[in-house]
């Protein structure tokens, strides 16, 4: 089954400095890449997801990139601010499946 | 947020007991989810169903089983709580095999 890897555990930064969260996975029939934002004692919810079609989608102040080659995909989140503080999770899902792979969360605290 | 409720929220019960939740959505959404939260294992995949009366196991799924008798309703029981089943559970529904959208959750306290 698929495998996700998801880097770093936690991400400390100052107001304003770029984030960066890394996921790897394994299945290579992967073709759905979501990310979601879980603020504290609230639901994961969906801020952006990308296709293997695609190597590069941009949401204002986030983009998610895709190397399918290195079979890692990664959350880029600029001028941050101290409401973009929470977990973030990556997730992998194969083709025509809809039981997606979760990574283990990234703790992002952003200090103003 | 999409029209997906849990109930209980919260719940405390007792090592041994049976405890039923469920998950009740309004987007007539195909497939529905089960998952546990616990710190440091991210979101783990408990039970789901792809239709009415059509379920299967997810990676965690020993101690808990689920029903699905009408679309709307995702009910999840363990039948006899452990203290190891502490933890915040969610549910989420999805329609097009991709996008997932999360109830509240239910914060379950086993003693």
């Known amino acids: 089954g698929e495998n996700v890897e998801q880097h770093p555990s936690t991400l400390s930064v100052q107001e304003g400095d770029s984030a960066v969260i890394k996921c790897t996975y394994s299945?290579?029939?992967?073709?759905?890449f979501p990310w979601y934002k879980q603020e504290l004692g609230k639901r994961p919810q969906l801020i952006i997801d990308?296709?293997?079609?695609?190597g590069e989608k941009k949401d204002q102040r986030i983009a998610v990139t895709l190397n399918k080659t290195a079979k890692h995909f990664s959350l880029h989140i600029t001028e941050t601010q101290p409401e973009d503080s929470a977990v973030y999770f990556c997730?992998?899902?194969?083709?025509?499946?809809?039981?997606?792979?979760f990574g283990r969360g990234t703790s992002l605290i952003v200090h103003p | 947020d999409a029209g997906i409720t849990q109930s209980p929220r919260h719940k405390v019960t007792e090592t041994g007991t049976p405890v039923t939740l469920r998950c009740h959505q309004t987007?007539?959404?195909?497939?529905m989810y089960w998952y546990r939260q616990d710190p440091g294992h991210g979101l783990r995949l408990i039970h789901y169903?792809?239709?009415?009366?059509?379920?299967d196991k997810g990676e965690v799924s020993d101690g808990y089983s689920v029903s699905r008798s009408k679309t709307e309703d995702f009910l999840l029981t363990l039948e006899s709580a452990t203290s190891s089943q502490t933890s915040v559970y969610f549910c989420?529904?999805?329609?097009?095999?991709?996008?997932?959208?999360f109830g509240p959750g239910t914060r379950l306290t086993v003693t």
């Open positions: 989420a529904i999805s329609e097009v095999a991709y996008e997932q959208y």
């Open positions: 299945d290579s029939a992967s073709n759905y």
């Open positions: 990308i296709r293997s079609n695609v």
């Open positions: 997730a992998a899902s194969p083709g025509g499946s809809y039981i997606p792979t």
């Open positions: 987007e007539n959404h195909r497939y």
């Open positions: 169903s792809y239709g009415v009366k059509d379920t």
